[in-house]
């Protein structure tokens, strides 16, 4: 029962469904920006490779996802093979007869040591390629006296040059950009070549011949 007279009694009910409808419009709000942020991320994280395993509603099976990429290759699919490398997106993706089979992560040329654009195809491979340009220098002990070097530089007296690892190295151009194995960051970090995850490496490797046209854009 109200005690200070039913005017007054309405008017705070008033209030209180004012308030009530303010809150309620305020709760719906954050909902839907949270909801668009929670979107956006995922999408930007899809399009980098930032998850290492894709949410379910991408429909990926997970024993097929491997970290930063994915790979699932029906079994007896033939055809011409396409590797197009997306140094906006730092993504490479992969098809076969016109079919996607896969993609990964992957780290481009950065500034001042920008990956080539065009068309080109894989050249030559080499498992356990060695970079000619790029690497450190030591001494006959194995001792490290400078750790990133670059072939032109002065040597130090008994220096021996050894160059980076590029493993499951795969030739593009004759002007030493490949695609290896390497340290990705889903960002531009190396000297010009493509580098992808370990796994990746391997997975591309594996199921690429010589021959096999690259596109880079």
Same mark, same amino acid.
């Given at each position: 029962?109200?005690?200070?007279?039913?005017?007054?009694?309405?008017?705070?009910?008033?209030?209180?469904?004012?308030?009530?409808?303010?809150?309620?419009?305020?709760?719906?709000?954050?909902?839907?920006?949270?909801?668009?942020?929670?979107?956006? $991320?995922? &999408?930007? %994280?899809?399009? *980098?490779? +930032?998850?290492?395993?894709? =949410?379910?509603? @991408?429909?990926?099976?997970?024993?097929?996802?491997?970290?930063?990429?994915?790979?699932?290759?029906?079994?007896?699919?033939?055809?011409?093979?396409?590797?197009?490398?997306?140094?906006?997106?730092?993504?490479?993706?992969?098809?076969?007869?016109?079919?996607?089979?896969?993609?990964?992560?992957?780290?481009?040329?950065?500034?001042?040591?920008?990956?080539?654009?065009?068309?080109?195809?894989?050249?030559?491979?080499?498992?356990?390629?060695?970079?000619?340009?790029?690497?450190?220098?030591?001494?006959?002990?194995? $001792?490290? &006296?400078? %750790?990133?070097? *670059?072939? +032109?530089?002065?040597?130090? =007296?008994?220096? @021996?040059?050894?160059?980076?690892?590029?493993?499951?190295?795969?030739?593009?151009?004759?002007?030493?950009?490949?695609?290896?194995?390497?340290?990705?960051?889903?960002?531009?970090?190396?000297?010009?070549?493509?580098?992808?995850?370990?796994?990746?490496?391997?997975?591309?490797?594996?199921?690429?011949?010589?021959?096999?046209?690259?596109?880079?854009?």
């Amino acid at each position: 029962m109200c005690i200070k007279g039913q005017r007054e009694c309405k008017r705070n009910l008033n209030n209180s469904m004012r308030l009530m409808k303010k809150y309620l419009t305020m709760t719906a709000a954050a909902a839907a920006l949270l909801t668009a942020c929670s979107t956006q $991320n995922d &999408l930007a %994280a899809i399009a *980098t490779g +930032g998850y290492a395993f894709r =949410p379910n509603r @991408i429909k990926i099976d997970p024993q097929k996802a491997v970290a930063n990429g994915h790979w699932d290759r029906p079994e007896g699919l033939t055809g011409e093979h396409l590797i197009i490398i997306d140094t906006q997106l730092q993504q490479a993706k992969y098809y076969i007869a016109n079919q996607y089979v896969g993609n990964s992560s992957i780290s481009s040329g950065k500034a001042g040591h920008g990956t080539p654009a065009g068309t080109f195809k894989i050249l030559s491979k080499d498992e356990d390629h060695k970079s000619s340009l790029y690497g450190s220098v030591v001494d006959a002990n194995g $001792n490290t &006296l400078i %750790a990133d070097y *670059t072939v +032109g530089q002065p040597m130090p =007296p008994g220096g @021996i040059y050894q160059g980076a690892s590029m493993n499951y190295g795969m030739q593009i151009t004759n002007t030493g950009i490949w695609m290896h194995e390497g340290y990705v960051t889903s960002a531009p970090e190396s000297h010009g070549c493509i580098r992808l995850p370990g796994d990746m490496a391997k997975i591309f490797f594996d199921n690429t011949p010589i021959g096999t046209k690259v596109i880079i854009k």
